[in-house]
């Protein structure tokens, strides 16, 4: 397509484009302009302009808060071009009007101009290199099928295999997605709060004549967790290396946190040796899942009550090993089915609604961590909720953590490779987006 002119009437319309394209052009239009644009650093100007996105509220103050940290202008430069096509077409001419007002050159030079690209932008698709690493799985009993223990951790062949990703549409409103009611985030005061619980150091079990080994790895878990659920607008409460009793103590007193009704997400992550449907406390003791679940069910939680309810757990679940089997790629039909809409005004609801539990792995399975980077499940989630939080509900991300982890991860045990599957419990009565822009 040749690129098109103001006084053409080939000139396009980005407004009539679907959203998939408006993003394609949106991205091509800033690169577009990506060398003039990184000038505008050499009077300060830049400061400047990010100064006034702020101030029109079309990045958000941490998106300023992370500009500001960056030293290089390089790097200012390439998290703007990050972060714009996120805000959506309309905030996008908000801000070349601010460029153009800062530089009023740029304007006649075409800087930023949708009529001065060439040609429509093909969504590239990326792969990750393969990362040969050592794995421990999160089961109290660190045995080794092999026979041999490699010196960081279970398995010396453990292979990560690439996966495909693409860059997803940006969304412009609720409209756009479909009629189903989403959570509203900003209902009350706070947007959500997240419970971080890490079990890495497993001594006092040890002490008990308990064989847990140390979870190594999983500080970097928990970090990765706390710095996205943060960067989300969470409150973040973080607690580690849990005996039972403390366990017990944490949960009742969340239960009770007078507080809690001033949040409008409930987000809880354990990070922990498992088995069984337990969570291994670091005495070796066990703490069911069920019971820390139930303890946040509307009769028992009332200030969660509509709220979305989020456990995330990480931790082996049983001792069989999921091995690969070969499939055929037959397109699945269409089966689905409508349900008779019954009232407008729900008088009362489950008292186990609004509720998602995501497993790392299916019941009776394995889960694996990686000593030095993490777990495959939570380093998935984490990226796949930094990429997709802002055009993506949680159910449509955990899919993608799915897909990541069952076809990105496997390693060798006595000659075949076994793999992992993720496990969700879809409980919510409504989709539930997390980045700010889909406040209702």
């Avoid at 999160?138 to 026979?147: K, L, R, S």
């Avoid at 005495?283 to 456990?311: E, H, R, S, V």
């Avoid at 509720?355 to 990686?370: C, V």
Wanted: glycine share 6%.
């Amino acid at each position: 397509m040749a690129a098109a002119h103001a006084d053409d009437e080939s000139a396009i319309n980005i407004d009539s484009l679907d959203l998939e394209d408006k993003l394609k052009w949106l991205k091509e239009i800033l690169e577009n302009g990506r060398e003039r644009f990184g000038q505008l650093e050499s009077n300060g100007s830049l400061a400047k302009f990010i100064e006034k996105l702020a101030e029109q509220k079309i990045i958000s103050g941490f998106n300023k808060k992370n500009l500001d940290k960056l030293k290089d202008q390089s790097e200012v430069v390439e998290e703007l071009h990050r972060i714009l096509p996120t805000k959506g077409w309309d905030n996008f001419k908000k801000a070349r009007d601010i460029l153009y007002e800062i530089y009023p050159h740029f304007k006649d030079e075409g800087i930023w101009d949708e009529n001065k690209v060439d040609d429509l932008p093909v969504l590239s698709i990326k792969y990750s290199a393969k990362d040969p690493n050592d794995v421990e799985h999160d089961g109290a009993v660190a045995t080794n099928p092999q026979g041999e223990e490699d010196v960081d951790g279970l398995f010396s062949s453990a292979t990560r295999t690439s996966e495909p990703t693409k860059s997803a549409p940006v969304p412009q409103s609720r409209s756009d997605w479909s009629a189903l009611p989403s959570y509203n985030m900003s209902s009350r005061r706070h947007k959500g709060i997240c419970l971080v619980i890490n079990n890495e150091e497993y001594a006092k079990a040890r002490t008990a004549h308990k064989d847990f080994k140390d979870r190594r790895g999983s500080s970097r878990d928990a970090d990765s967790i706390r710095e996205i659920f943060s960067k989300l607008g969470f409150y973040v409460e973080y607690q580690k290396n849990l005996t039972k009793s403390k366990m017990d103590k944490l949960v009742d007193m969340m239960v009770n946190f007078q507080g809690l009704n001033t949040y409008n997400c409930f987000v809880a992550v354990f990070l922990s040796h498992g088995e069984n449907e337990c969570l291994n406390c670091v005495d070796g003791q066990d703490k069911k899942i069920d019971d820390i679940i139930n303890a946040f069910k509307g009769d028992n939680c009332p200030a969660l009550n509509g709220i979305p309810k989020w456990f995330i757990i990480q931790a082996c679940r049983g001792k069989d090993f999921n091995y690969e089997v070969s499939i055929q790629h037959d397109a699945p039909g269409d089966e689905g089915h409508d349900v008779e809409r019954q009232s407008d005004k729900p008088i009362s609801i489950p008292a186990c609604a609004d509720f998602y539990i995501s497993y790392a792995t299916a019941p009776g399975y394995y889960s694996y961590r990686n000593t030095r980077t993490g777990s495959w499940f939570i380093q998935c989630l984490v990226e796949v909720l930094a990429k997709y939080n802002w055009c993506e509900d949680v159910n449509t991300m955990m899919t993608r953590v799915n897909r990541k982890v069952a076809l990105g991860f496997h390693h060798k045990i006595e000659g075949e490779y076994v793999r992992q599957m993720p496990y969700h419990v879809n409980m919510l009565t409504g989709s539930l987006f997390l980045h700010p822009a889909y406040q209702a």
